[in-house]
């Protein structure tokens, strides 16, 4: 990582800067403007991210003439180059593969949505185009949490964007008026229909993850295909996006994949279809109410969720729509069959690496945690009040005795053998399963602060040794980490293991003085 952030140091260096006023004046109309909202945050002070995204834009090979792309950098505590600082953010545009300093405007908070607008006006009245793309960098959290995590901010609560914050951005930059052509989210958990529903006001196509998305995100080669169709549709750019996101991990990648191109135009079907479905559910369990809410939390237990960790970081609550609708198809069929049709019609494109079929668009449903909080936010987005009624009744039986008990029975496994990492017996809980191996979270404390260590392992036994330990995924409250972190030799971790009821025993802590592997032993 450091060796590529020495290039784009080089690079910059090289090439110097330009007074960014004179530059802006002097820009005619292009085919199109990508604006990219980079929000640092711990993925650049850790791991060197988005330093590694500008050096792949930078070699992207897109010729200026095609497409102007205009950078909004900060939100990160250091950045792992010589040239973007993190006192301030920074406006940057890319021409033929060298990046130009516009304007340091002070330290801003990338959380903030008046930051937010200001960027998109920016770009949009600065560098005028026929076509506007919109990326929103960073983390990610789905209906409940929104995007993003300035680092600087954070910790006072103000550090991301709600739903509700990006409606007002949006708003306020005039994309009312003039909708982008596309919006893409290269964080996770965003391909929400929540957050198509929002989007719809103000762009006409959503690229975006159903999951987590790996730490190194997208690749930025796809910026080339403005050379090959400068006047390409959001439809035409999104589906390289997708395309060259499942090529740069490749076939036999140890993360789970998933994104998707939606027309913007035909979500609203989708949302009405889902509050059709579950006022079905809300019927049921006005009557024989303990049965019919143990038959459905049994339907969303087993529903594709996504974003889910151990049980002590498992509040996304994010699932699968299409699964969903599957889910109940045998109880209201005519409902659930809509809600298909209607998803099939608004997802163009959708790829994958999942074991089970994806379709390209989530929705919250509620079932993890934490309720209260989650709850009213997801009120105040007023996106179908059948639907809304329903998370609402499910709740009240879900925090009831058999709703506790319901929610305590998870997958642990348990068997003849028991997991150990470096000696240590742990709890294995599966999070996700692609059509190569399967993901575990393993509930740890990493130098005093809650993870899950993130495992792999290869197809079928799981005693077979093909086991990898891919870092940790810290909690951050409802928005999550993209990627993981590494550990480092002098790390100390300690390891979570349930107790009785809805206490959780730690371990002592032990140092990781050699890589850890995940093993199994006979109990």
């Given at each position: 990582m450091r060796v590529r952030a020495f290039i784009l140091t080089v690079i910059l260096l090289a090439t110097g800067g330009y007074n960014g006023q004179t530059a802006v004046q002097g820009e005619a109309l292009k085919p199109h403007t990508v604006m990219i909202y980079m929000n640092g945050s711990d993925l650049e002070s850790e791991i060197g991210a988005a330093t590694e995204d500008l050096i792949e834009m930078l070699e992207s090979g897109l010729r200026s003439q095609n497409a102007d792309v205009v950078i909004l950098t900060g939100g990160a505590k250091y950045w792992q180059n010589d040239v973007v600082p993190a006192n301030e953010c920074v406006l940057w545009n890319i021409e033929d593969g060298a990046l130009f300093e516009i304007e340091r405007i002070g330290l801003r908070n990338m959380g903030d949505p008046d930051t937010l607008a200001d960027f998109i006006t920016f770009g949009m009245t600065n560098f005028p185009a026929e076509k506007y793309g919109l990326v929103l960098w960073d983390h990610g959290g789905g209906a409940i949490a929104g995007y993003g995590h300035d680092e600087k901010f954070y910790d006072y609560g103000t550090g991301s964007l709600t739903l509700p914050d990006m409606d007002y951005a949006f708003r306020k930059a005039g994309l009312s008026g003039q909708k982008l052509e596309w919006l893409g989210f290269d964080s996770c958990l965003m391909a929400t229909v929540e957050m198509a529903l929002i989007s719809s006001q103000y762009a006409k196509y959503l690229v975006a993850s159903e999951d987590l998305e790996p730490g190194d995100g997208w690749d930025y080669v796809f910026l080339s295909i403005f050379n090959r169709h400068p006047r390409a549709s959001g439809y035409t750019i999104g589906r390289e996006i997708v395309d060259t996101f499942m090529a740069f991990y490749g076939p036999n990648s140890d993360e789970i994949l998933t994104l998707s191109v939606v027309d913007l135009s035909k979500v609203q079907p989708i949302m009405a279809a889902m509050g059709r479905l579950m006022a079905q559910c809300s019927d049921k369990l006005l009557t024989d109410r303990s049965d019919n809410f143990t038959n459905l939390?049994?339907?969303?237990?087993?529903?594709?969720?996504?974003?889910?960790?151990?049980?002590?970081?498992?509040?996304?609550?994010?699932?699968?729509?299409?699964?969903?609708?599957?889910?109940?198809?045998?109880?209201?069929?005519?409902?659930?069959?809509?809600?298909?049709?209607?998803?099939?019609?608004?997802?163009?494109?959708?790829?994958?690496?999942?074991?089970?079929?994806?379709?390209?668009?989530?929705?919250?449903?509620?079932?993890?945690?934490?309720?209260?909080?989650?709850?009213?936010?997801?009120?105040?987005?007023?996106?179908?009040?059948?639907?809304?009624?329903?998370?609402?009744?499910?709740?009240?039986?879900?925090?009831?005795?058999?709703?506790?008990?319901?929610?305590?029975t998870r997958s642990i496994y348990a068997g003849e053998l028991q997991p150990h990492v470096n000696g240590n017996p742990v709890t294995l809980y599966r999070t996700a399963r692609s059509m190569r191996h399967t993901q575990y979270a393993i509930p740890a404390k990493v130098n005093g602060k809650d993870c899950d260590i993130v495992v792999c392992v290869r197809e079928r036994p799981l005693e077979s040794t093909e086991a990898k330990v891919l870092g940790c995924r810290y909690a951050e409250g409802l928005v999550k980490q993209k990627g993981y972190d590494i550990f480092e030799p002098g790390d100390r971790v300690a390891f979570y293991y349930p107790g009785q009821g809805d206490e959780w025993i730690v371990t002592d802590e032990i140092a990781i003085n050699e890589p850890l592997q995940l093993e199994w032993k006979v109990q």
């Open positions: 939390a049994s339907r969303r237990r087993n529903t594709k969720t996504f974003g889910e960790g151990s049980p002590r970081d498992n509040q996304s609550d994010m699932v699968d729509i299409g699964d969903m609708a599957h889910q109940l198809s045998d109880l209201f069929p005519r409902e659930a069959g809509k809600v298909l049709i209607a998803l099939d019609d608004a997802v163009l494109y959708n790829r994958h690496n999942s074991y089970v079929p994806l379709y390209g668009l989530s929705s919250y449903y509620v079932y993890g945690g934490p309720f209260y909080e989650s709850l009213d936010l997801y009120a105040q987005l007023d996106v179908d009040e059948a639907y809304t009624a329903y998370l609402l009744k499910f709740f009240d039986e879900l925090t009831g005795a058999s709703g506790q008990e319901e929610r305590q």
